[in-house]
């Protein structure tokens, strides 16, 4: 098994996709890195393996989003035995074959997002990674809307028990025990102070959805606007709001970093 430093390629704006190639005869391998680099910048190769147990190792270590599989890997075992003893499948699968008559088990077995039969050309290629940018997108897009949707309960000695949506909250500012909570709601800003400290809601919201700029401040991705660099600092400007919230200097490489990966995800890739 060899393993891939993480590589940027010509496309550094669009969301790269983590991949894992399984095939024993590294021949194959090689061809389909070189198609892969040149023709489709949206992979990131992250390993490769060349047996049933290299395979399985490699792809837990890794965790790859997309796995380029072939079928016989002959002395020991196949695609079909790797899969099997992987488990629960958390990623999708183009198998990459020479032999056609495996389809219909490889439908069967694991519902395929393509399905190639060596040698197969750049158009099939591009065909069957766009067919898995799309498939991976919906992924993200539901995992957002998932974390949006998530409640947090709040106890107020004036209003009761108050169930706030995480997709609503605009972002949470520390006033020393306590937290102010500034959440969008009937187009405008209210204000609820929680007794709870910024780290509970920092453990309690979704980290998908937030992210810590500064020991004062919570911010929803989903409601910057802009990311103004001031020196080795930052300062964020929210949707619906003047404030400005700072960005720390040791904060402003993580911020820098969730927010990319949030806007990627948002973002159709073509």
């Given at each position: 098994m060899e393993s891939d430093k993480k590589k940027i390629g010509t496309a550094d704006s669009i969301r790269k996709i983590s991949a894992l190639l399984i095939d024993d005869e590294i021949g194959a391998i090689n061809t389909?890195?070189?198609?892969?680099?040149?023709?489709c910048p949206q992979i990131q190769i992250v390993g490769t393996a060349f047996s049933v147990n290299e395979a399985i190792q490699a792809a837990s270590n890794l965790q790859p989003e997309l796995v380029f599989l072939d079928i016989e890997m002959p002395p020991v075992g196949s695609g079909f035995d790797f899969l099997r003893q992987c488990g629960e499948i958390h990623f999708g699968v183009i198998f990459a074959t020479a032999y056609p008559k495996y389809a219909i088990r490889a439908?069967?077995?694991v519902q395929p997002w393509a399905y190639?039969?060596?040698?197969?050309?750049?158009?099939?290629?591009?065909?069957?990674?766009?067919?898995?940018?799309?498939?991976?997108q919906q992924m993200d897009q539901s995992l957002l809307q998932v974390a949006g949707r998530?409640?947090?309960?709040?106890n107020d000695s004036r209003k009761g028990t108050i169930v706030l949506?995480?997709?609503?909250?605009?972002?949470c500012q520390a006033g020393g025990s306590f937290t102010d909570i500034f959440v969008w709601k009937n187009h405008?800003?209210?204000?609820?102070?929680?007794?709870?400290?910024?780290?509970?809601?920092?453990?309690?919201?979704?980290?998908?959805?937030?992210?810590?700029?500064?020991?004062?401040y919570l911010v929803n991705l989903a409601y910057v606007e802009r990311l103004e660099?001031?020196?080795?600092?930052?300062?964020?400007?929210l949707r619906h709001t003047p404030v400005q919230v700072d960005v720390s200097v040791s904060k402003l490489e993580i911020f820098t970093s969730h927010l990319e990966e949030?806007?990627?995800?948002?973002?159709?890739i073509e």
């Open positions: 389909l890195r070189g198609m892969l680099k040149e023709y439908i069967n077995t190639l039969v060596k040698p197969y050309s750049v158009t099939e290629l591009k065909t069957a990674v766009q067919v898995s940018i799309e498939k991976i998530q409640t947090i309960l709040l949506r995480a997709g609503d909250i605009i972002y405008k800003i209210e204000k609820i102070t929680s007794s709870r400290n910024l780290g509970e809601f920092e453990d309690e919201l979704p980290q998908t959805l937030f992210c810590r700029t500064h020991h004062g660099r001031t020196g080795r600092n930052g300062i964020i400007h949030f806007c990627l995800a948002n973002t159709i």
